[in-house]
């Protein structure tokens, strides 16, 4: 099976930084991209950021200039450096990865971070 591990959510004031991060393990074997999504309650799930295999970056509107995703392909490992939070980013932070096993190509997602930042 695949498993993805977040960590590095918390409690932070506004302003504050965190940086969360996400490994990859299991029966995966090749990872084309990885990303991050957000879950606040009651919302959607909705994108945040992604890395391709070659390194290029997407991030939503909302977090441009103040998050920046990266990644470790000898770690199998993909960042987020948040930045200048705001209270309205408080939700599940979740990790997804777009790679291929035995059974060929699939979509995998974290089970989140939770990240909350206070006023």
């Known amino acids: 099976q695949v498993q993805l591990v977040e960590s590095g959510g918390g409690l932070v004031q506004a302003g504050g930084s965190l940086r969360l991060s996400c490994t990859s393990s299991?029966?995966?074997?090749?990872?084309?991209?990885m990303g991050w999504y957000c879950q606040a309650p009651g919302k959607q799930r909705e994108f945040v950021a992604i890395?391709?295999?070659?390194?290029?970056?997407n991030y939503a509107d909302s977090v441009k200039g103040r998050f920046t995703i990266s990644r470790d392909n000898t770690k199998n490992t993909v960042y987020l450096q948040m930045n200048s939070l705001k209270p309205e980013d408080t939700a599940v932070y979740v990790c997804?990865?777009?790679?291929?096993?035995?059974?060929?190509?699939?979509?995998?997602w974290g089970k989140g971070t939770l990240v909350t930042v206070s006023s």
């Open positions: 299991g029966s995966i074997f090749s990872i084309n991209n």
């Open positions: 997804r990865v777009y790679g291929v096993t035995v059974a060929g190509w699939g979509t995998y």
């Open positions: 890395i391709t295999d070659g390194s290029s970056t």
